[in-house]
């Protein structure tokens, strides 16, 4: 059997990432799975920062209608790039045929077919990260692997971000996300609670005033969960990937900072 | 040389347009109030059932009972349509030549002078006008001639294609009948007759004055001594005379091109389902698209106005009196589409007009619809290489009329930052050939050098129920329920805050339920960034809260992520 060709793979907007998975692959279906605060938002920033700034069209379907512009526009995403569809639970009208209320899942799935089917985009983001797993995991197989389909032969790079892995084996890549340390201005908090360094557990004791206290950032570790990125892939540091077969779980993974910028 | 384009049975022409099955039918056009209801125009299959101009309405009626073999079709006059079907004829007439002269609404004359170059010998021109005349759904005559009278009589007496060479026009228009000579005279220029019957008056006086004299055509009223003619019938009758020889007596006025594109359609009657009105919004926008094209134009925005039937509402009795259409008492229903880009696609327009109609459907059953144009050039830019991938215009527009429909409206498009301290935004249209940014540029490595946290804003804001301790939160737990989400609640880690803002205080907007939305309405909070301690996983989470100032009350707005 002959080896499918590497697919091409674009900067994710974190040199780490970059590193450790080749960058995102066009014409694939790439999930980023984290909890809250575990720097899933970040990356989709980045990515799209990075998509918009190479003067691509970008979509984000956004379930829970929690995008930040702001946060966007200071990481560095061009705005104008970005169609932003912010679906909601509010009945769109009275009376009519489409009067049926959609929930938000039937909504992001619809417009994501849309948007995939107009083509052109070079990135669509699907964003799930407030979508509880459970109704995450009630999207039927048969849409995961229609998006895959529809991407495959463009060099759209479908983002899917959420709190659990739910395309399963259509997705060609998947990654996981979590924090490791919140860094403040005179602590670090592990999971756990467990403090690092600085003041004692729990809320600060110390004398300094409380709006004093800053928040730096959060590190984070990120790990391959499966890739089916053909072995002939090279990474952007240009080391060989041959590790990267479909399934079993990786146990590589690396740390990046995510900074607040202030 | 001029030539000239004249539709006879323009009446009918103007309804077949439209109604291009009606072309296979005998068509009858009435016009005037009952009783006095005549007919005023035919077409060819009409007089073949021994229809005529004149017959009363119930005259008529008879061809068009349903027991014939093939009904006739009775239609009542429409100015508007007949305005179209004229703007059409001009728009036809202004692509071939900036000089036209509108000399009737059934009637146009042009100047081609110069034109053999680009258009190529006369038989030619005649041929590719006749044709651009079909494209935009007229029947027509096209004559061409070295002056523009004989170019009208030969339009007027000849069915088809007619050139006549220079010098010949005697010749050839002698075969012609008087009457196409005299409805000619009607209109020409220089005759300041008080009224329409004055003219029609001398008219018949001078066509029995020739018909008793044994004149009946052309050449025969060509060979008349000039003289004799002078003293029997004045100065009228050696006009006549010199138009039958084919000597040129006018000169042409030529006219503005229009730049109102306008298709309208007068229902017989109402419709109340889209699916119809699809077919007709259809025929429409190919008009408007036909015309569109043959001024090289595109539309940068379609008006669409759909006249609505007086609805009778249970309450009110429906008498017979009250069921007669007032016109007065008619709605409207009218909407507007907007394009980033001028756009030339019936297919794109259509589908366009189909979904904000069905997010929008009227009220009340459609009596009359009617499509508006702005005119615009047409987009001209080439693709490069080596450029991005971006949406096609046209199915970009479609696309995003169809997200609208399952999102609402004003849910998808581009985050427009204002300039406020509460970091609001207003939601402008997506376009796939956006204006440069003014955002601070930054370099590939800065992008992939600089991940930064984000927020993840919570819409609504969550009402919280928190503890404090010395004036900082130390425990929190969700007020109601959070939708989809797992509640926040929980031991506070840490804590940092309060970061007071206040704005719009200014304004004497003081609805909550506004805030967020166009309209600006006073806001004051101190701010707290907590990290809490998730009981299930045992992790930590990073959560922005607030207190609202002028109620006290705590909500979470954000996560960062």
């Known amino acids: 059997m002959r080896e499918r060709a590497a697919p091409l793979t674009v900067s994710s907007g974190v040199a780490a990432l970059d590193a450790l998975i080749g960058g995102l692959p066009c014409g694939a279906l790439t999930e980023i799975a984290g909890l809250d605060s575990s720097g899933r938002t970040g990356v989709m920033i980045a990515a799209l920062a990075g998509a918009t700034h190479r003067q691509e069209m970008c979509a984000l379907v956004d379930a829970s209608d929690s995008f930040d512009p702001v946060s966007a526009t200071t990481t560095g995403v061009n705005l104008e790039r970005l169609l932003w569809v912010r679906c909601n639970d509010i009945p769109r009208r009275k009376s009519g045929a489409l009067s049926a209320k959609l929930g938000r899942l039937e909504q992001v799935l619809k417009v994501t077919d849309l948007l995939l089917q107009a083509g052109g985009f070079g990135m669509v983001v699907l964003d799930l990260g407030d979508i509880a797993p459970e109704c995450a995991r009630r999207v039927p197989l048969t849409s995961w692997f229609r998006f895959r389909r529809a991407v495959e032969p463009t060099a759209t790079v479908l983002l899917l971000v959420e709190q659990e892995p739910c395309a399963k084996t259509c997705a060609s890549l998947v990654v996981r996300l979590e924090r490791e340390v919140v860094h403040m201005r005179d602590l670090a908090l592990c999971n756990g609670g467990r403090v690092m360094t600085g003041g004692a557990s729990g809320v600060p004791e110390s004398n300094a005033a409380s709006h004093a206290a800053l928040l730096h950032g959060i590190r984070v570790r990120v790990e391959v969960v499966r890739s089916s990125i053909p072995s002939s892939a090279k990474t952007a540091l240009g080391r060989d990937t041959r590790w990267m077969q479909r399934k079993p779980v990786q146990s590589a993974g690396v740390n990046f900072e995510l900074r607040a910028k202030w | 040389m001029f030539a000239c384009i004249y539709i006879p049975d323009f009446p009918v022409e103007a309804m077949v347009r439209t109604e291009p099955l009606l072309r296979a039918r005998a068509v009858a056009v009435l016009e005037g109030k009952a009783p006095l209801v005549r007919v005023v125009a035919l077409n060819e299959k009409a007089r073949r059932l021994g229809m005529q101009i004149g017959m009363t309405k119930l005259q008529v009626a008879i061809f068009a009972a349903p027991e014939e073999k093939s009904p006739a079709i009775l239609r009542q006059r429409s100015p508007e349509r007949e305005e179209s079907a004229h703007s059409a004829l001009l728009d036809v007439a202004h692509a071939f030549t900036p000089r036209v002269e509108d000399t009737a609404a059934d009637m146009l004359l042009l100047d081609l002078a110069g034109l053999e170059r680009l258009h190529g010998a006369q038989i030619k021109m005649a041929r590719k006008l006749a044709s651009r005349v079909g494209v935009v759904g007229l029947k027509g005559n096209v004559s061409l001639a070295a002056n523009p009278d004989a170019a009208m009589h030969a339009a007027r007496g000849f069915n088809g294609i007619k050139v006549i060479p220079a010098g010949k026009e005697a010749q050839q228009l002698g075969v012609l009948r008087l009457g196409v000579l005299l409805d000619a005279f009607e209109i020409s220029p220089g005759k300041n007759l008080a009224t329409a019957r004055d003219r029609e008056k001398q008219r018949e006086q001078i066509l029995d004055t020739l018909a008793r004299w044994g004149v009946r055509d052309f050449h025969t009223l060509a060979q008349l001594p000039e003289h004799a003619l002078a003293s029997r019938l004045g100065e009228a009758g050696v006009h006549l005379q010199r138009l039958a020889r084919g000597a ?118 459609v009596t009359k619809v009617s499509i508006t144009a702005q005119p615009a050039p047409p987009r001209s830019a080439q693709r490069g290489l080596f450029l991005p991938i971006s949406p096609e215009v046209e199915k970009l527009e479609i696309t995003l009329a169809r997200i609208s429909s399952v999102v609402g409206e004003r849910r998808a498009g581009i985050a427009r930052l204002l300039d406020s301290h509460r970091d609001s935004f207003r939601m402008d249209r997506f376009t796939a050939a956006p204006e440069e940014s003014q955002q601070p540029h930054l370099t590939t490595s800065d992008i992939a050098k600089q991940p930064s946290l984000a927020l993840r804003l919570f819409r609504p804001v969550w009402q919280l129920r928190v503890k404090l301790a010395k004036g900082r939160p130390v425990d929190l737990a969700t007020v109601g329920s959070s939708g989809d989400r797992a509640e926040l609640g929980g031991r506070i880690l840490w804590s940092a805050g309060p970061w007071c803002s206040s704005g719009d205080w200014w304004t004497e907007n003081t609805k909550q339920e506004n805030a967020g939305k166009d309209q600006p309405c006073p806001w004051n909070r101190e701010e707290w960034d907590i990290a809490l301690a998730n009981e299930n996983d045992g992790g930590v989470a990073l959560y922005r809260i607030y207190r609202d100032s002028g109620n006290g009350n705590w909500f979470a707005d954000a996560s960062y992520d």
């Open chain 2, 248 to 365: 040129g007596m006018r000169i042409l006025a030529p006219c503005e091109p229009v730049s109102h594109f306008e298709e309208v359609m007068e229902l017989e009657s109402s419709v109340e389902t889209l699916e119809p009105l699809s077919f007709i919004l259809n025929r429409l926008l190919e008009q408007l698209c036909t015309r569109l094209e043959a001024r090289a134009l595109a539309a940068q925005e379609l008006h669409l106005r759909l006249q609505l039937e007086r609805r009778v509402t249970d309450e009110e009795t429906p008498t017979a009196k009250e069921l007669i259409t007032d016109s007065h008492n008619m709605g409207h229903a009218e909407h507007i589409l907007r394009f980033p880009v001028a756009l030339r696609d019936t297919k794109v327009f259509l589908k366009l007009l189909q979904l904000e109609l069905a997010t929008h459907p009227p009220r009340a059953p």
